[in-house]
């Protein structure tokens, strides 16, 4: 099973399309999914949040100014805040022309859409509850999602990641469902790694903050399934970086262009 792939030390990190494999498709939608996919990279990563009507939309930033047509679409809107619009008006925006003509006419998928997609493709998913601060509740509501489409059971369980920045949601998820493979968005100082290894198997720096000997601190805690923590770094998008990070010792590396990172890894 490839789900060993994300096993801890062995062999090379597995690359990660960060928001898809969004240097050459738009970030966040099905575009990027399938790019990721026609490039042979298994992991896709993505940012989930939530409408004015309550539905779970992918989308990175909390207003949809920069990768939609918001603004001209709704100029009295500003600051055209994702929690501020329906579903019905996301799904109406474009969301593939500010990248590249080439992509006009692409949507803002639903949760449920890029599930499908990914699923459909054989991929795995690195899920990321952004901002949750801002979406009481999304938590239980995700992994509803999840559950519903599949992704929580036996078969898909070793696909997917749920991971945050907010740790106070990553251990919401692990309270909900201890089954999830979850992971902190952050630097924890060493002498912390314990306390997030009640909740998280991962700890994901960005590569700034990546070295052997923090790499190491982290590898030597147990997770809350036993195992050695992880770490998934980010946003590497040149090979120089990832050669750096693969040679401290990480076991994924989350880049807008993942071709890029198999590239230098198969270099190395
Ligand atoms: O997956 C890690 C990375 O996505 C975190 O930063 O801002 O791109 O969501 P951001
Ligand atoms: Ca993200």
Redesign the pocket.
């Known amino acids: 099973d490839r789900a060993d792939a994300t096993a801890v030390r062995e062999g090379s990190p597995v690359p990660v399309a960060?928001r898809g494999a969004s240097g050459y498709a738009p970030e966040n939608t099905l575009a990027a999914v399938d790019k990721a996919h026609s490039m042979g990279i298994d992991w896709v990563?993505t940012?989930v949040q939530r409408t004015k009507d309550g539905e779970l939309i992918v989308m990175?930033d909390t207003t949809l100014s920069r990768t939609t047509d918001v603004e001209q679409r709704f100029p009295d809107r500003s600051p055209w805040k994702v929690s501020d619009f329906t579903l019905k008006e996301i799904r109406g925006l474009d969301a593939g022309g500010w990248f590249d003509s080439r992509y006009k006419g692409e949507k803002v998928p639903t949760l449920d859409q890029f599930l499908d997609r990914v699923d459909h493709n054989r991929q795995r998913l690195?899920l990321?509850l952004?901002s949750p601060e801002l979406y009481p509740g999304i938590e239980r509501q995700t992994l509803r999602e999840l559950g519903s489409e599949g992704w929580l059971g036996r078969s898909h369980r070793s696909k997917l990641i749920v991971?945050s920045f907010n740790a106070d949601a990553v251990k919401r998820v692990h309270h909900y469902r201890s089954e999830v493979k979850t992971g902190f968005?952050g630097t924890p100082k060493p002498e912390e790694l314990n306390s997030y290894a009640r909740f998280a198997d991962q700890i994901?720096p960005s590569y700034k903050d990546v070295s052997e000997s923090y790499v190491k601190a982290v590898h030597a805690v147990r997770g809350p399934h036993h195992r050695p923590l992880e770490v998934f770094t980010?946003?590497v998008n040149d090979a120089a970086t990832a050669r750096k990070v693969t040679d401290a010792g990480v076991d994924g590396i989350?880049s807008n262009k993942p071709d890029v990172v198999t590239g230098a890894l198969r270099a190395a």
């Open positions: 960060h990563e940012d990175h690195l990321e952004k991971q968005l994901n980010w946003t989350i």
